[in-house]
């Protein structure tokens, strides 16, 4: 069992100045696999005053400066992918096939990051005009559970490449994993201060940041009520901000969609980070004419998903993260049959066998109509709504009747057609007959789904403010 004592402040580990004690429970068998002492408001502002103190400096570097410290970066992280992958298989308990491509996805972010940096054009000028775009100042970044290591990475790059310094307050839910990456880090040998990490509660060190004047910007990733409490909070002081919230992503199935591909992969993007993923496609919209080989072809194709340690490598759904979320989850099951919805397959309490840990049944409801509270909220874990439609406009009408707007999904033989069908869809991304990924595409969402965008030259660019100087 590890106990973390430390944050990492100025360049260097340091003792916390907070007292508070939370263990770090394994969700698959709900034993203790560590402890950390949890960062307090002293802990924040030690971290703040560094970033600023690092700053002027930092501010001032090159475009190959900033460069050479993301390939140093990519380069200390790649080395321990499989420690990193390892951590988030055992804290989180991440299927460990999945566990590693979100890994690899955080490690390869400093080098995406480099990349969309020597595309930008960082200074204009018209007739006696220059126009600069300049790094904002010290940046919180706040990042979720559900993947500590891309989030940390991403937000991290963006911010590196934008010149800003900046102050991470990763979840609590994950210091195991956040020790190992920091470890890595450490090995770039970075000027003191371009980056700091306070594990601890957001209510505590994520509220510091956002009140706090030296903050200039805030990036936050996880629940819409947090979001919101940023939002208000971080207008005291003018603050930046960046938020990705979550969403209730639709799937289409066109009329025309073969279901033999299509409904393995809508399994697949429901059940994505056993649904504990904000871009999961929890809404599966179908044609009303089909209904009956769709529900067929989701009964033969849900063995597929195999239910269990995620260590193993044929483990497709692992445990929820807390005993709280796994509570959640069953909740939800139990209000959606409440309302009338029917479980095609799965249902409250446990897979078979899996009692000891935070184990939900992957579950499908049919008969849902949209306006019921499974089809309108998040809920966070495997669970997977069809909801019939007569027309391509009422499965239009329906796929934006929701107040996210964060990913969404077409599946149909005429890619013109899904393409039409895509283009009227409220989302920051949609993708059409897969589940495909662009580094270099902007990610966010639409309505609640949150504000601004993560990504290429979009995450950078909220990083950065414009400066125009006239003669």
């Known amino acids: 069992m590890r106990a973390i004592t430390q944050h990492y402040i100025d360049g260097a580990f340091v003792e916390s100045h907070g007292r508070e004690v939370m263990q770090s429970i394994n969700p698959t068998s709900k034993k203790v696999i560590g402890s950390v002492l949890l960062g307090d408001e002293e802990d924040a502002r030690r971290a703040i005053a560094a970033a600023k103190r690092a700053f002027p400096a930092y501010a001032r570097t090159t475009k190959k400066e900033r460069a050479d410290i993301l390939r140093r970066m990519h380069e200390v992280v790649a080395a321990r992918i499989d420690d990193l992958t390892a951590a988030m298989v055992e804290e989180y308990g991440g299927v460990s096939h999945f566990s590693r491509l979100i890994v690899e996805s955080g490690v390869e972010s400093f080098l995406h990051a480099e990349k969309a940096l020597q595309q930008m054009q960082l200074v204009r000028s018209w007739d006696k005009t220059t126009v600069t775009l300049e790094p904002v100042g010290v940046a919180g970044l706040i990042t979720a559970w559900n993947a500590n290591t891309l989030f940390i990475c991403l937000k991290l790059a963006s911010a590196i490449a934008g010149g800003c310094t900046v102050v991470v307050k990763p979840s609590e839910l994950s210091p195991l994993q956040t020790q190992v990456l920091l470890e890595c880090l450490h090995e770039a040998r970075l000027p003191p201060g371009i980056y700091n990490v306070v594990t601890g509660r957001g209510d505590v060190v994520g509220a510091e940041l956002v009140r706090n004047p030296d903050v200039a910007k805030i990036s936050f990733t996880g629940s819409g009520a ?246």
């Open 226 to 471: 947090v979001g919101e409490q940023i939002l208000r909070n971080g207008a005291a002081t003018m603050k930046r901000v960046t938020l990705e919230l979550g969403g209730k992503s639709p799937n289409i199935l066109l009329d025309d969609a073969d279901l033999d591909r299509a409904i393995p992969l809508a399994l697949g993007i429901a059940f994505l980070n056993s649904g504990q993923a904000c871009a999961a496609g929890t809404r599966l919209l179908v044609p009303k004419s089909r209904l009956d080989a769709i529900r067929r072809a989701i009964v033969d194709a849900i063995a597929a998903f195999v239910v269990g340690d995620p260590a193993d490598p044929k483990v497709a759904v692992g445990p929820m993260v807390t005993e709280t979320q796994y509570e959640r989850v069953q909740s939800h099951i139990r209000k959606g049959i409440a309302e009338g919805a029917q479980v095609l397959v799965g249902g409250v309490g446990h897979p078979p066998g899996l009692e000891l840990g935070n184990f939900v049944r992957p579950t499908v409801f049919v008969d849902v109509r949209n306006d019921m509270t499974i089809a309108q909220e998040e809920i966070f874990g495997p669970v997977l709504c069809v909801i019939p439609y007569e027309t391509e406009e009422e499965a239009i009408r329906i796929a934006n009747d929701s107040k996210y707007g964060l990913h969404a999904f077409v599946s149909g033989a005429d890619v013109e057609r899904a393409r039409r069908v895509a283009s009227q869809i409220r989302a920051g991304r949609v993708v059409i007959n897969g589940m495909r990924d662009d580094p270099q595409a902007p990610w966010g969402g639409f309505k609640h789904s949150g504000v601004g965008r993560e990504y290429g030259t979009f995450g950078i660019e909220a990083f950065l403010e414009p400066r125009a100087i006239l003669e």
